[in-house]
């Protein structure tokens, strides 16, 4: 049980969406530990990276039951940029019903005043959600950075480039 309370119990959803480099796991691919509804057949021995996981949802109390990624079909993991929505693939459009497309808007919204984003992640397709409109990116490598245009806080634009082209 984690801090808020809560509990993995039957959801297993990180199991498919999650890569786990330990176990040669790609994304969007269930884990062949996994019994879907059920739990890790692995559990007491997982890798680390498992062991050191945990979904927003399973920490943060203040996001509500429907947020639960067995019933949202999305795993909120956060990332140096801001929170990172992971749809199930057999599900590509969970993350646009209500009333999660307008809960990530406002989340949007509110990230813009201190530089946090929100990116749904759809198979290797990721989408930057504004509080006006999405951005849709394609496939970002691991090589690969959003950029981002502003006029004042409000994101105006945004792209992908090779991480090599920021730094020169």
Not at 4 to 18: A, H, I, P, Y
Not at 35 to 45: A, E, H, L, T
Not at 76 to 84: A, F, N, V
Request: aromatic residues 6%; glycine residues 8%; charged residues 30%.
């Amino acid at each position: 049980m984690t801090a808020s309370g809560r509990r993995c119990g039957d959801c297993t959803l990180c199991c498919k969406v999650m890569a786990i480099e330990e176990l040669a796991k790609p994304a969007n691919a269930w884990c062949r530990h996994c019994k879907p509804g059920r739990g890790c057949v692995i559990y007491d021995d997982r890798p680390a990276e498992c062991r050191s996981f945990s979904c927003v949802w399973l920490i943060n109390q203040l996001l509500e039951d429907h947020w639960r990624p067995n019933k949202s079909k999305l795993v909120l993991t956060t990332s140096e940029d801001g929170i990172e929505v992971r749809c199930d693939p057999g599900v590509p459009d969970a993350w646009r019903r209500e009333p999660f497309r307008s809960e990530l808007q406002q989340w949007a919204i509110s990230g813009e005043t201190v530089d946090t984003t929100v990116v749904v992640i759809v198979g290797r397709r990721m989408t930057l959600v504004t509080g006006e409109r999405e951005f849709d990116l394609g496939i970002v490598g691991p090589d690969e950075r959003i950029v981002r245009e502003f006029e004042g806080t409000r994101v105006v634009n945004a792209t992908v480039v090779k991480a090599s082209n920021l730094d020169a």
